[in-house]
């Protein structure tokens, strides 16, 4: 019994205090990096496309920003799984809305399942890319009537911004780096 419950310890001590970053100043730069991504993309919306019904803010980039800033040592934060992800599932949610326009569980269950598969086959594994396939599916009017536009503004336009803030952001301090390399 005394065991399993020195078992159980180790465990829960894996889980809930295992983190990515460990340094408490590395919160500092999760939060700035995070803070001009998203802000960044949020501003060039509000002050350059005021008057158009161009969106550029979609929520996979609020995930995207986690791993880029929050994560920074993770495969699936690195340039190629952040761009390709990205891409890879745009293209596949388009399409898939594009045959599939009026059934909306049916074409969010393709479009995120295949987005899956397909970030596998060419190894550009991205967590928020299947919400990014899924907003060209469930997203709003304004989103569905962009079509294949879609993959380059909201989607490339705001990935390139985040990287090129984690690449700034993230190579600040001495101890952190970005993309990740031993």
Known sequence: ?????K????LAKYVVYR???IEPIDHLWTFIGAFAG??????????????????????????SAVLVFGATN??????RNLVGGHLVCAIIGVTVQCIL??????CSAFAVSLSIV??????????????????????SQKIKSLGFYYVLSPVMSGVL??????????????DRNYPYRK
């Open 1 to 5: 019994m005394k065991q399993k419950i």
């Open 7 to 10: 078992r159980s310890y180790r």
């Open 19 to 21: 983190q990515t970053i």
């Open 38 to 63: 998203i802000g960044l993309i949020g501003l060039l919306q509000t002050t350059k496309l005021s008057d158009s019904d161009n969106v550029f803010l979609i929520g996979s980039f609020g995930a």
């Open 74 to 79: 993770s495969p699936l934060a690195q340039p």
């Open 101 to 106: 326009p009026n059934q909306i569980w049916l």
């Open 118 to 139: 397909a970030m596998q086959i060419t190894k550009t594994m991205h967590p928020p890319g299947g919400a990014t396939a899924l907003i060209a599916n469930i997203g």
């Open 161 to 174: 911004v985040l990287l090129l803030v984690a690449i700034i952001v993230n190579n600040i301090p001495d």
